[in-house]
């Protein structure tokens, strides 16, 4: 007589199977994460793709795990995507340089301040009737810093309407183009000092940053004070006002690349000038008797960089400059 087992203690026989018949379905084998992770940081972040495919096919020689063609194509993913983007930063990086270097060495002789028809700007040249008639250049009670003789008196010509001459320093050339039609004797006591040359060797003593942003020159003592013994009358823009006329105060620009001279009031010119490298407001009382040319303006913007010798905005410049020699074709 078979007796059951106890409640609770009941085994149900195993199936048996016959010999070559599989014992049941075989688990598939999971998907290794880091593969995974792998592909998709390639995509988002090449590095760290990389990163993980290295990782996951170390774990996939030991854990036997599926995933190795996902860690694969995700190095490959990843190392691509990494060199397309350092190939896009220094695209960027050496673009960004030409733009900066183009920036740099774009000519600004055109860059105004004022907006055309401002009434900021320098008044229109209206030729007076006794343009160039009668030029004079009365002794001063100072002596001359350096012998000069003055420039002829009378009339001076005011044909042609330009003249081409030039500074030679030691920082570079500067080429200038005088305004004969608009200075007349302005231009004829600089192409006689030149000739003389009351300018060779002589330092440009003052440079001035900021709103005003100009370079003088043409005091051979170098102090500021210094002249040729003798003086004359202001020409444009001061001759386009009436002495009377309170608008002679108010300043006006004088545009970057504009050649003046320096004086103590006016009728008090001599041998100073300076050179405008940007645009400066100053009153209509100092005479414009040219420009300086692209080249010129490059020099000058060189020296300005230099900045003033004390750091300040007005006084000697760091970057000493000597005028080596000057001439008027």
Same mark, same amino acid.
Not at 60 to 76: F, N, T, V, Y
């Given at each position: 007589m078979t007796v059951p087992p106890p409640y609770g203690g009941f085994r149900p026989e195993q199936p048996t199977y016959p010999v070559g018949y599989p014992a049941g379905p075989a688990p598939h084998a999971r998907t290794n994460a880091m593969a995974v992770a792998s592909l998709v940081c390639a995509v988002l972040f090449a590095p760290l793709g990389i990163l993980f495919g290295h990782i996951?096919?170390? &774990?996939?020689?030991?854990? !036997?795990? &599926?995933?190795? !063609?996902?860690?694969?194509? !995700?190095?490959?993913? !990843?190392?691509?995507?990494?060199?397309?983007?350092v190939v896009a930063v220094t695209l960027a990086v050496v673009f960004a340089f030409i733009v900066v270097q183009a920036a740099e060495n774009m000519p600004r002789q055109d860059r105004y301040t004022a907006t055309p028809g401002s009434d900021r700007q320098l008044p229109v040249f209206a030729p007076p009737r006794n343009l160039g008639a009668n030029c004079q250049y009365p002794a001063t009670a100072e002596p001359a810093t350096r012998p000069a003789a003055p420039p002829r008196t009378g009339a001076v010509p005011t044909e042609p309407a330009t003249v081409e001459a030039g500074i030679v320093t030691d920082r570079g050339s500067i080429g200038l183009m005088l305004a004969n039609g608009k200075a007349p004797c302005t231009v004829n006591n600089f192409a006689s000092l030149a000739a003389q040359g009351f300018f060779d060797g002589t330092r440009c003593h003052r440079l001035t940053t900021g709103d005003l942003a100009t370079l003088q020159c043409g005091d051979p003592s170098g102090s500021g004070t210094g002249g040729p013994g003798y003086r004359f009358p202001n020409e444009y823009p001061t001759n386009q006002y009436r002495l009377s006329d309170p608008e002679v105060e108010r300043p006006v620009v004088y545009p970057r690349g504009t050649v003046a001279m320096a004086n103590a009031g006016p009728g008090t010119n001599g041998s100073q000038f300076f050179l405008v490298y940007e645009d400066s407001l100053l009153p209509p009382t100092y005479t414009v008797f040219g420009t300086v040319d692209r080249t010129g303006l490059a020099t000058l913007d060189t020296i300005a960089a230099g900045g003033v010798v004390d750091g300040s905005n007005d006084g000697q410049p760091a970057t000493p400059v000597t005028i080596k020699s000057a001439i008027v074709s």
């Open positions: 996951s096919l170390s &774990q996939l020689k030991r854990s !036997g795990e &599926q995933g190795h !063609g996902i860690a694969i194509a !995700g190095l490959i993913i !990843g190392y691509v995507m990494t060199a397309l983007t």
